[in-house]
């Protein structure tokens, strides 16, 4: 049996509140500084969680102007503007953090009527984004505010089968958690291996190799497009783009960083526009976003562009050596608004190699990188079954009534050292 509330009346049942973050006027880019409070704003919020990264931050007699604004454990911060249905759950943290410009926040309470875990979940299911998305206020850029969180209707069991329903969904984030973890280390083994053997030449039996102005005598300086072929995005019409699931998947730059789409469009192109899983992509505008693909085959759109290596063995070097002309272009193409990187650009890159020989380099870096790319699909697929299950267990289509599951405490709720 399910209740139904709408978020508002749940707030103000638990002794809650629903806030927007400090206005602009409150807080200005002069403002942050490079240590001091955490300020979260909506480009920080990626997946359900904080990238805590590039985040800004204030010194402490600002965070103490903005102390109403303080984010507690159990919190649920939403995107205000931009990419509506972000959200993320604060869960456990080292440093108080603030909610930023361009973002709300959702406090519960004490009551637990509803776990903020529950609720985080809840929010991720597509009719709730629809719903969200539906009611955004504004032409050129949609925006949400309190009252429009205070109206989203919240379908909810009792706090014993919440917690199971976490129970379910918080172990397959957990493994997703585990292999990202896999993932970074693996990345920071190939990246490190290239640096060692490409860059500084100490590849294996180096001391015997002869060397000429600090070269290896026998490397050249090969062009990327002697090794690889770039696809350039397809010029689709943006009006026959959709997130109905009609068509084909497509590409765009937002997608690169989080491989991931949900944008689709029905125009039907060549099959050479066609990304496949595994495929290295660039951004062309903006941050120059470099990723491999992890979903299914999806179109490429323009302003972004594929490299592919011609031969497959040097599919991972080309990955690792083009990230340093990329970075350096980044720092160096300026535009009067942003950023734009060019065939021109992409044509003059060239690294410096060994050919008919050191093939076994080649082919260690590959064997990582397939093992990266097994284990983001392994992730990709989870993703899919935790999305398949989420609408079931949150609208009790799938029972869990019955289960026998025990569930650790929710991030409101401390367990009993604390």
């Known amino acids: 049996m399910l209740e139904e509330k709408s978020l508002g009346e749940i707030c103000s049942l638990e002794e809650g509140f629903i806030q927007t973050g400090p206005f602009g006027s409150q807080l200005h880019q002069s403002d942050y500084t490079e240590v001091g409070t955490p300020v979260i704003m909506p480009a920080d919020i990626i997946q359900g969680k904080v990238l805590e990264d590039k985040i800004a931050r204030v010194d402490e007699n600002f965070a103490e102007k903005l102390k109403r604004h303080k984010l507690e454990i159990g919190d649920i911060v939403f995107a205000r503007r931009g990419d509506i249905g972000r959200q993320a759950l604060i869960t456990s943290r080292e440093e108080d953090w603030l909610c930023g410009t361009g973002c709300l926040k959702v406090n519960l309470g004490k009551k637990q009527i509803i776990s903020p875990s529950f609720l985080h979940y ?4 597509p009719e709730v984004i629809g719903y969200l998305q539906n009611q955004a206020i504004g032409a050129t850029m949609p925006n949400l505010n309190t009252e429009i969180l205070k109206r989203i209707p919240i379908r909810y ?3 014993e089968n919440q917690n199971k329903i976490i129970s379910i969904l918080s172990a397959y984030d957990e493994l997703i958690e585990n292999n990202k973890k896999r993932i970074a280390l693996l990345e920071t083994m190939a990246e490190e ?15 015997n190799t002869e060397f000429e102005k600090g070269i290896p005598k026998d490397w050249v300086q090969v ?5 690889a072929d770039i696809t350039y995005g397809y010029p689709f019409d943006a009006s026959r783009f959709n997130t109905d699931g009609i068509g084909k998947k497509i590409v765009r730059i937002r997608n690169i960083p989080n491989s991931s789409s949900n944008d689709f469009t029905d125009e039907i192109v060549d099959e050479k526009y066609i990304v496949e899983n595994g495929d290295f992509l660039i951004g062309m505008d903006g941050d120059f976003h470099m990723n491999r693909w992890y979903e299914e085959e999806s179109y490429l759109v323009q302003r972004s562009c594929r490299i592919k290596a011609k031969d497959k063995i040097f ?3 080309i990955r690792q050596a083009i990230k340093a002309p990329i970075h350096f272009f980044q720092s160096t193409i ?9 065939a021109k650009h992409l044509n003059s890159i060239s690294f410096l190699m060994p050919i008919n020989q050191l093939k076994a380099l080649f082919e260690q870096l590959n064997s990582i990188d397939n093992l990266i790319l097994k284990l983001n699909n392994e992730n990709f697929n989870l993703n899919q079954q935790k999305n398949q299950l989420l609408p079931r267990l949150i609208s009790g289509k799938l029972s869990v009534k019955h289960l026998n599951i025990q569930q650790p405490p929710t991030p409101a709720q401390p367990t009993d050292n604390e």
Not at 223 to 227: A, E, G, R
């Open 223 to 227: 062009n990327l497009t002697d090794i």
């Open 122 to 125: 809840y929010f991720k299911l």
């Open 334 to 342: 300026l535009g009067a608004t942003v950023g734009h990187l060019g």
């Open 193 to 207: 291996l290239y640096k060692e053997w490409f860059v500084r030449f100490r590849f294996p039996n180096y001391e």
């Open 315 to 317: 599919d991972a070097f």
């Open 157 to 159: 069991p009792n706090l």
